[in-house]
Protein backbone atom coordinates (compact mmCIF):
# COMPACT_ATOMS: atom_id res chain seq x y z
CA UNK A 1 0.00 0.00 0.00
CA UNK A 2 1.33 3.08 -0.82
CA UNK A 3 2.02 6.05 1.75
CA UNK A 4 1.79 8.84 -1.19
CA UNK A 5 -1.81 10.08 -2.60
CA UNK A 6 -2.23 8.05 -5.87
CA UNK A 7 -2.90 11.47 -7.83
CA UNK A 8 -3.09 11.51 -12.12
CA UNK A 9 -1.77 14.23 -14.38
CA UNK A 10 -1.69 15.59 -17.64
CA UNK A 11 1.51 17.84 -18.45
CA UNK A 12 0.02 20.46 -21.72
CA UNK A 13 2.42 22.41 -24.04
CA UNK A 14 6.04 22.08 -25.76
CA UNK A 15 8.63 24.92 -24.25
CA UNK A 16 6.39 26.33 -21.77
CA UNK A 17 4.58 23.71 -20.12
CA UNK A 18 2.15 23.43 -17.05
CA UNK A 19 0.86 20.01 -15.58
CA UNK A 20 -2.75 19.86 -14.55
CA UNK A 21 -2.61 17.15 -11.31
CA UNK A 22 -6.26 15.91 -11.19
CA UNK A 23 -7.59 15.20 -7.33
CA UNK A 24 -9.95 12.52 -6.28
CA UNK A 25 -11.87 13.57 -2.90
CA UNK A 26 -9.54 13.64 -0.14
CA UNK A 27 -6.55 14.12 -2.70
CA UNK A 28 -3.84 16.48 -1.51
CA UNK A 29 -0.84 17.88 -3.89
CA UNK A 30 2.02 19.97 -2.49
CA UNK A 31 3.94 22.44 -4.41
CA UNK A 32 6.51 25.29 -4.13
CA UNK A 33 5.37 28.90 -3.47
CA UNK A 34 4.04 30.67 -6.71
CA UNK A 35 3.91 28.10 -9.11
CA UNK A 36 0.27 27.70 -8.84
CA UNK A 37 -1.47 28.50 -11.94
CA UNK A 38 -5.17 27.86 -11.38
CA UNK A 39 -6.82 25.28 -9.97
CA UNK A 40 -10.67 24.59 -9.95
CA UNK A 41 -13.68 25.12 -7.16
CA UNK A 42 -13.57 23.00 -3.81
CA UNK A 43 -9.81 22.66 -4.18
CA UNK A 44 -8.19 24.13 -0.66
CA UNK A 45 -5.27 26.33 -0.47
CA UNK A 46 -3.67 26.08 3.06
CA UNK A 47 0.00 26.85 3.39
CA UNK A 48 1.86 24.64 5.71
CA UNK A 49 5.76 24.07 7.24
CA UNK A 50 7.76 21.48 5.72
CA UNK A 51 6.33 19.38 2.93
CA UNK A 52 3.24 17.12 4.46
CA UNK A 53 4.72 14.37 4.79
CA UNK A 54 3.87 11.25 7.32
CA UNK A 55 7.86 11.96 8.21
CA UNK A 56 7.16 15.77 9.43
CA UNK A 57 4.28 15.21 11.29
CA UNK A 58 3.89 16.89 15.19
CA UNK A 59 5.42 19.72 15.76
CA UNK A 60 9.12 19.36 15.91
CA UNK A 61 8.62 17.30 12.97
CA UNK A 62 7.47 20.21 11.01
CA UNK A 63 9.87 22.59 12.33
CA UNK A 64 12.92 20.18 11.00
CA UNK A 65 11.53 19.41 7.91
CA UNK A 66 10.78 23.80 7.50
CA UNK A 67 14.64 24.18 8.23
CA UNK A 68 15.66 21.72 5.86
CA UNK A 69 14.10 23.67 3.38
CA UNK A 70 15.77 26.77 4.42
CA UNK A 71 19.20 25.02 4.19
CA UNK A 72 18.67 24.25 0.87
CA UNK A 73 18.12 27.83 -0.08
CA UNK A 74 14.07 27.53 -0.36
CA UNK A 75 11.17 29.10 1.35
CA UNK A 76 10.29 28.36 4.72
CA UNK A 77 6.81 27.10 3.91
CA UNK A 78 4.97 25.07 1.36
CA UNK A 79 1.48 25.09 -0.24
CA UNK A 80 -0.92 21.94 0.04
CA UNK A 81 -3.68 22.08 -2.30
CA UNK A 82 -6.98 19.69 -1.70
CA UNK A 83 -9.66 18.39 -2.99
CA UNK A 84 -12.21 19.26 -0.43
CA UNK A 85 -15.60 18.03 -2.52
CA UNK A 86 -18.18 15.22 -1.57
CA UNK A 87 -18.03 13.69 -4.70
CA UNK A 88 -16.00 14.33 -7.83
CA UNK A 89 -12.79 14.78 -8.97
CA UNK A 90 -11.38 18.07 -9.19
CA UNK A 91 -7.89 19.69 -11.03
CA UNK A 92 -5.19 21.99 -10.05
CA UNK A 93 -2.24 23.29 -12.49
CA UNK A 94 1.42 24.51 -11.81
CA UNK A 95 3.27 26.39 -14.34
CA UNK A 96 7.34 26.21 -15.09
CA UNK A 97 9.14 28.61 -14.08
CA UNK A 98 10.75 29.60 -17.20
CA UNK A 99 11.02 27.45 -20.87
CA UNK A 100 11.90 23.87 -20.56
CA UNK A 101 10.13 20.63 -20.01
CA UNK A 102 8.17 19.34 -16.76
CA UNK A 103 9.34 15.94 -15.88
CA UNK A 104 6.90 13.43 -14.39
CA UNK A 105 8.93 11.10 -11.50
CA UNK A 106 7.39 7.78 -10.26
CA UNK A 107 9.42 7.52 -7.15
CA UNK A 108 7.85 4.18 -6.84
CA UNK A 109 9.71 2.66 -10.14
CA UNK A 110 12.81 4.90 -9.30
CA UNK A 111 14.36 3.10 -6.21
CA UNK A 112 12.41 5.49 -3.64
CA UNK A 113 14.85 8.65 -3.81
CA UNK A 114 16.04 11.02 -6.67
CA UNK A 115 18.58 13.88 -6.16
CA UNK A 116 17.91 16.86 -7.90
CA UNK A 117 18.98 20.76 -8.51
CA UNK A 118 17.25 22.20 -5.91
CA UNK A 119 15.69 24.71 -7.70
CA UNK A 120 14.16 21.92 -9.81
CA UNK A 121 11.18 20.22 -7.95
CA UNK A 122 7.96 22.01 -8.86
CA UNK A 123 5.18 19.69 -6.99
CA UNK A 124 4.60 16.09 -5.78
CA UNK A 125 1.60 14.21 -4.40
CA UNK A 126 1.03 14.47 -0.56
CA UNK A 127 3.31 11.92 1.16
CA UNK A 128 6.72 12.57 -0.58
CA UNK A 129 9.25 13.77 1.53
CA UNK A 130 11.35 17.21 0.36
CA UNK A 131 14.85 16.93 1.96
CA UNK A 132 18.21 18.14 1.38
CA UNK A 133 21.47 16.16 0.08
CA UNK A 134 25.01 17.30 0.54
CA UNK A 135 27.57 17.21 -2.16
CA UNK A 136 30.92 15.34 -1.35
CA UNK A 137 32.94 18.68 -1.88
CA UNK A 138 32.54 22.18 -1.10
CA UNK A 139 35.09 23.60 -2.80
CA UNK A 140 32.66 24.77 -5.06
CA UNK A 141 30.43 26.63 -3.08
CA UNK A 142 33.32 28.75 -1.46
CA UNK A 143 34.76 29.39 -4.92
CA UNK A 144 31.26 30.09 -7.29
CA UNK A 145 29.02 31.40 -4.67
CA UNK A 146 26.58 28.53 -5.68
CA UNK A 147 24.82 26.26 -3.57
CA UNK A 148 26.95 22.93 -2.44
CA UNK A 149 23.11 21.31 -1.09
CA UNK A 150 20.52 19.75 -3.49
CA UNK A 151 17.02 18.45 -2.31
CA UNK A 152 16.14 14.83 -2.20
CA UNK A 153 12.98 13.24 -2.85
CA UNK A 154 12.09 10.65 -1.35
CA UNK A 155 8.96 8.43 -1.20
CA UNK A 156 6.66 6.26 -3.54
CA UNK A 157 4.09 8.67 -5.45
CA UNK A 158 4.88 11.28 -8.14
CA UNK A 159 6.64 13.70 -8.45
CA UNK A 160 7.74 16.48 -11.00
CA UNK A 161 10.45 18.59 -11.33
CA UNK A 162 11.08 21.41 -14.15
CA UNK A 163 14.01 21.54 -16.47
CA UNK A 164 15.90 24.22 -18.89
CA UNK A 165 15.58 24.15 -22.44
CA UNK A 166 15.40 19.98 -23.53
CA UNK A 167 15.77 17.10 -20.86
CA UNK A 168 18.01 14.67 -21.81
CA UNK A 169 17.39 11.12 -20.00
CA UNK A 170 20.96 8.97 -20.02
CA UNK A 171 20.94 5.57 -18.38
CA UNK A 172 24.70 4.54 -17.04
CA UNK A 173 25.76 1.26 -16.72
CA UNK A 174 27.99 0.13 -13.95
CA UNK A 175 31.29 2.18 -13.58
CA UNK A 176 29.99 4.14 -16.53
CA UNK A 177 31.45 7.60 -16.23
CA UNK A 178 30.43 11.11 -17.75
CA UNK A 179 31.44 14.73 -16.67
CA UNK A 180 28.47 17.53 -17.11
CA UNK A 181 28.44 21.36 -16.37
CA UNK A 182 27.39 21.48 -12.49
CA UNK A 183 24.27 23.35 -13.73
CA UNK A 184 23.38 21.15 -16.28
CA UNK A 185 22.58 18.43 -14.04
CA UNK A 186 18.84 18.52 -13.30
CA UNK A 187 18.14 14.86 -11.33
CA UNK A 188 19.72 11.08 -11.10
CA UNK A 189 18.53 8.21 -9.08
CA UNK A 190 20.24 7.36 -5.79
CA UNK A 191 22.61 4.73 -6.47
CA UNK A 192 24.73 7.06 -9.10
CA UNK A 193 27.93 8.39 -7.65
CA UNK A 194 28.50 11.83 -7.87
CA UNK A 195 31.43 14.29 -7.07
CA UNK A 196 32.00 18.30 -7.96
CA UNK A 197 35.75 18.77 -9.28
CA UNK A 198 38.20 22.05 -10.28
CA UNK A 199 38.44 21.47 -14.44
CA UNK A 200 42.73 21.26 -13.38
CA UNK A 201 43.38 23.62 -15.76
CA UNK A 202 43.35 27.45 -14.54
CA UNK A 203 44.01 28.77 -17.96
CA UNK A 204 40.85 26.74 -19.18
CA UNK A 205 38.99 27.51 -16.25
CA UNK A 206 39.97 31.69 -16.59
CA UNK A 207 39.40 31.75 -20.47
CA UNK A 208 37.27 28.95 -21.22
CA UNK A 209 34.07 30.11 -20.23
CA UNK A 210 32.79 26.83 -18.73
CA UNK A 211 33.42 27.58 -15.10
CA UNK A 212 35.65 26.34 -13.11
CA UNK A 213 34.14 23.02 -11.64
CA UNK A 214 32.14 20.22 -13.43
CA UNK A 215 30.34 16.97 -11.82
CA UNK A 216 31.32 13.69 -11.87
CA UNK A 217 28.87 10.93 -12.61
CA UNK A 218 29.35 7.10 -11.78
CA UNK A 219 27.17 5.01 -13.23
CA UNK A 220 25.02 2.10 -12.69
CA UNK A 221 21.52 4.82 -12.60
CA UNK A 222 19.71 7.00 -14.64
CA UNK A 223 20.34 11.23 -14.96
CA UNK A 224 18.64 13.31 -16.43
CA UNK A 225 20.54 16.58 -18.10
CA UNK A 226 19.17 20.27 -19.27
CA UNK A 227 20.38 21.84 -22.13
CA UNK A 228 19.35 25.47 -20.29
CA UNK A 229 20.15 25.77 -16.83
CA UNK A 230 18.61 28.77 -15.49
CA UNK A 231 22.08 30.89 -14.68
CA UNK A 232 23.05 30.76 -17.94
CA UNK A 233 19.41 31.82 -19.49
CA UNK A 234 19.89 34.46 -16.70
CA UNK A 235 23.58 35.57 -17.42
CA UNK A 236 23.17 36.08 -21.45
CA UNK A 237 19.64 37.90 -20.93
CA UNK A 238 22.14 40.30 -18.42
CA UNK A 239 24.95 39.97 -21.08
CA UNK A 240 22.68 41.57 -23.83
CA UNK A 241 20.82 44.03 -21.59
CA UNK A 242 24.40 45.91 -20.07
CA UNK A 243 25.71 45.45 -23.66
CA UNK A 244 22.95 47.32 -25.13
CA UNK A 245 23.41 50.11 -22.55
CA UNK A 246 26.97 50.75 -24.15
CA UNK A 247 28.44 48.49 -21.22
CA UNK A 248 31.22 46.26 -21.87
CA UNK A 249 30.16 42.23 -21.08
CA UNK A 250 30.67 38.69 -21.53
CA UNK A 251 29.09 35.61 -20.25
CA UNK A 252 32.65 33.95 -20.25
CA UNK A 253 35.72 34.64 -19.26
CA UNK A 254 36.87 36.44 -15.94
CA UNK A 255 33.80 38.52 -16.26
CA UNK A 256 31.77 34.99 -16.26
CA UNK A 257 33.73 34.02 -13.09
CA UNK A 258 33.27 37.07 -11.44
CA UNK A 259 29.95 37.10 -12.20
CA UNK A 260 29.73 33.55 -10.82
CA UNK A 261 31.41 34.21 -7.74
CA UNK A 262 28.55 37.50 -7.53
CA UNK A 263 25.79 35.39 -8.03
Known amino acids: MKNAHEIDFRIYGEDMQFVEIELDPGESVIAEAGSLMMMENDIQMETIFGD ?30 TNTAIQGKRHVSFAAPYPGKIVPMDLAELGGKI ?52 IYKKVLFPDEIIRVD ?67 SSGSGIGGIIGEILD
Open 52 to 81: GSQASSGLFGKLFSAGKRLLSGEGLFMTLF
Open 115 to 166: ICQKDAFLCAAKGVSVGIEFQQKMARKFFTGKSFILQKLEGDGLAFIHSGGT
Open 182 to 248: SGCLVAMTRNVQYQTEFVGDVKTALFGGEGLFFTTLRGPGTVWIQSLPFNRLVSRIFAQAAGEDGEK
